[in-house]
């Protein structure tokens, strides 16, 4: 899996607010950026810690395909 999508899959998990959940799969799905993320204060500590646990290599790859099937948007 790739670096966006596995921060995306943490940042989903990460929070039951609705907001950043929306955020992580607008991510996944290309439409904003991780550095578009970082400018919002509020999805901050939020990316810090999904970067954080990714580099700790602290993350299901198996989690992270099915959370990529169910969201990832593919236009034909």
Do not use: W
């Not at 596995?6 to 996944?28: G, P, T």
């Not at 439409?31 to 999805?43: F, H």
């Not at 580099?55 to 169910?70: P, T």
């Amino acid at each position: 899996m790739d670096k966006v999508t596995c921060i995306a899959y943490l940042l989903y998990k990460s929070s039951m607010n609705q907001d950043i959940r929306e955020k992580a799969i607008q991510l996944l799905n290309g439409d904003v950026s991780i550095r578009d993320l970082k400018r919002n204060v509020s999805l901050q500590p939020h990316l810090v810690i999904a970067e954080s646990l990714l580099k700790k290599n602290k993350i299901d790859k198996n989690q992270v395909q099915i959370f990529a099937e169910e969201f990832l948007m593919i236009e034909v």
